[in-house]
């Protein structure tokens, strides 16, 4: 337990650079709350006074001001508390804003690996519902946490002052309430984290069903992913069940062992009273204290529990925010030379992912300036992986790419980025206008630019039709437009910074064959004068190439012209014909029969 609140502790002191900058504030909203709680703790004393003078002397002068005293302090405890809270809302906000966009940033720099572990719903509740409870933290509790055990200490000095033998029956209601406490704070901490657990994999489900709508109705699976989601939704409920329960039997101990100590109280009051030994008002003002200090006690309990909770939060917080960034810029970065040529090279290039299995073993390619290079090869044989390490979505674990004769590694991620523009397999469009889907790949252009792109990709026309033109809102993910529509957005997007080096992951696959023809005749026009490896699957993509390079068993085993590995690589004239749906593999082989 010891281990587990040193864990709790020190994951709650990496909260203090959040906090620093606001750390006046924070001392305000402390004192503010301290003096609202001693005029508190004032009340009492000046009902002992009104007992044990006025009343028991009939003096009505005195009674009028003592209890204007009291309205005094009721009034200022009033007015500290709307200090506190209207003082510590916005270092609170700005803290988990702060946190917020820390998060987020993080997100950005990490690799895309990282992405692929990790579930969606899961980050999206780190974002969310943790930040939140951290907020709550910074706002309430850690202030109480701290005030309300100072107010319980003085509070206890009062009393013993008053009577130590009332502080005696006091101490055995408090002291086995603080113990109690932190039994059930350890418990309640591990329920709190599993909870906040499956939350976020709630949340996963509930994002993939709502992404995934179409397939889902498509294949009638919206009743299975119903219960799936039922599944996990009753699994959530019964953790936070456990949780009531946790706090029930806290709470009902933070009743019942008050309430036996004010009765105690009582009784040693009344004994005391009957023999002399103790006063009326006296009496009155400890059973006054000790009734003010029911919500402190009550409370450490359950800001106990409320800063547990924050620690799961933070623990979850953390574990992103400390996965290391594997792909960054050097600390002095190379220049490329000027104008850009646009020559890349793979020396030896190796890959493996985290689990140690390796898709390249030793690829070696070069990318003459100007020239396209078509890159087959089986599906799951590496091609996707190679073309993400031109752009340094991932790092090669093994030799080197080169740009004009300098590493990738050596350039700066933003002028890496800016020279080599990139079209995926699956078209990625943002819930924002046709301009700014497009001007993602270039952020500084106009709308000339961002026309001029769009003309190369063939997206011109339907984006005119579309209601507002390029001011037109897609929606997400882009599902209003058709597929192709997308992959036509995402063409235009990769080339409208004009880059020297375009890397394209079969960016044709989802259109039609009049669409692709059209695309294929604009692509021919705007690859001339730019380096490019394009992903390549069907034998029209294969053309658009130069020259064609196959890539099997983790290297390149083949390269030449289309027409020269189709009449000496029978690898390759299989590997075609499997996703030659128009047969033109089929044709072009007899014409080279015949011939």
């Given amino acids: 337990m010891s281990d587990q609140r040193n864990s709790t502790i020190r994951t709650l002191r990496r909260l ?8 006046a504030r924070m001392a305000v909203v402390l004192a503010a709350t301290m003096l609202a709680m001693l005029c508190g703790l004032g009340i009492p004393l000046l009902t002992q006074r009104i007992v044990d003078g006025p009343i028991q002397n009939g003096d009505t002068a005195t009674l009028w001001w003592l209890v204007l005293g009291v309205l005094v302090l009721g009034l200022a405890e009033a007015g500290l508390f709307y200090v506190r809270r209207k003082v510590v809302a916005r270092p609170a906000a700005q803290v988990e804003a702060r946190m917020r966009f820390d998060l987020y940033q993080r997100l950005q720099r990490l690799p895309v690996s990282f992405h692929d572990r990790w579930q969606s719903g899961q980050l999206l509740s780190r974002a969310t519902n943790d930040l939140t409870t951290v907020r709550r933290f910074v706002a309430f509790a850690i202030i109480f946490l701290v005030v309300n055990s ?3 200490l003085i509070g206890l000095g009062i009393i013993a002052a008053l009577s130590p033998w009332l502080l005696v029956v006091a101490l055995c209601g408090a002291l086995p309430l603080i ?14 984290r599993k909870a906040q657990d499956q939350s976020g994999d709630l949340t996963t489900t509930v994002e993939e069903s709502v992404l995934g709508i179409r397939v889902l109705k498509a294949f009638g699976r919206g009743p299975e992913l119903s219960k799936r989601f039922l599944a996990q939704a009753r699994e959530l409920r019964r953790t936070e069940l456990h949780k009531v329960s946790i706090l029930a039997a806290l709470w009902s101990v933070l009743i019942v062992l008050p309430e036996l100590s004010i009765a105690g109280m009582l009784g040693v009051g009344a004994a005391g009273i009957v023999n002399g030994s103790m006063t009326v008002g006296t009496l009155v003002a400890a059973v006054a204290v000790s009734a003010y200090l029911r919500w402190p006690i009550d409370s450490i309990g359950w800001l106990l529990a409320e800063t547990n909770q924050t620690a799961s939060a933070l623990e979850r917080y953390w574990e992103v925010v400390d996965e290391p960034v594997t792909v960054t810029g050097p600390a002095t970065p ?6 850009v040529r646009g020559h890349v090279r793979f020396e030896g290039v190796r890959f493996a992912f985290e689990d140690g299995r390796e898709v390249l073993k030793g690829v070696d390619l070069d990318l003459r300036p100007g020239e396209t ?6 599906t799951g044989s590496g091609k996707t992986t190679l073309t993400a390490l031109v752009p340094r979505l991932a790092d090669a674990t093994g030799g080197r790419i080169t740009i004009d004769g300098v590493d990738v ?6 002028d890496l980025r800016t020279v080599v523009g990139t079209a995926f397999e699956e078209p990625v469009l943002f819930s924002a206008s046709v301009t700014e889907n497009v001007a993602l790949g270039a952020p500084d252009v106009g709308e000339d630019r961002v026309r001029e792109a769009l003309r190369v990709a063939k997206a011109e026309e339907f984006v005119d039709a579309l209601p507002w033109g390029l001011a037109t809102r897609i929606g997400e993910q882009g599902l209003s437009l058709s597929g192709g529509q997308r992959q036509r957005l995402a063409l235009a997007r990769a080339v409208v910074g004009k880059p020297s080096v375009l890397v394209l992951d079969d960016p044709l696959s989802a259109l039609d064959v009049h669409t692709e023809a059209e695309v294929e005749a604009a692509l021919r026009r705007v690859l001339r004068g730019v380096t490019a490896l394009v992903v390549a699957h069907r034998p029209s993509t294969v053309q658009l190439a130069d020259r064609v390079a196959m890539l099997s068993d983790g290297r390149i085993t083949a390269f030449g012209t289309h027409r020269e590995l189709l009449e000496h690589n029978e690898e390759y004239r299989r590997l075609l014909s499997s996703s030659d749906h128009d047969g033109q593999v089929r044709d072009q082989v007899e014409e080279e029969v015949a011939s």
């Fill in 179 to 192: 113990v109690i406490s932190f039994f059930f704070e350890s418990r309640f901490k591990v329920v709190a």
């Fill in 150 to 152: 100072l107010v319980v």
């Fill in 334 to 339: 190379a220049a490329l030379p000027s104008p």
């Fill in 409 to 414: 590694r050596d350039l700066s991620l933003e």
């Fill in 373 to 378: 290079v078509a890159l087959v090869g089986a």
């Fill in 16 to 23: 203090w650079p959040y906090v620093r900058p606001h750390r």
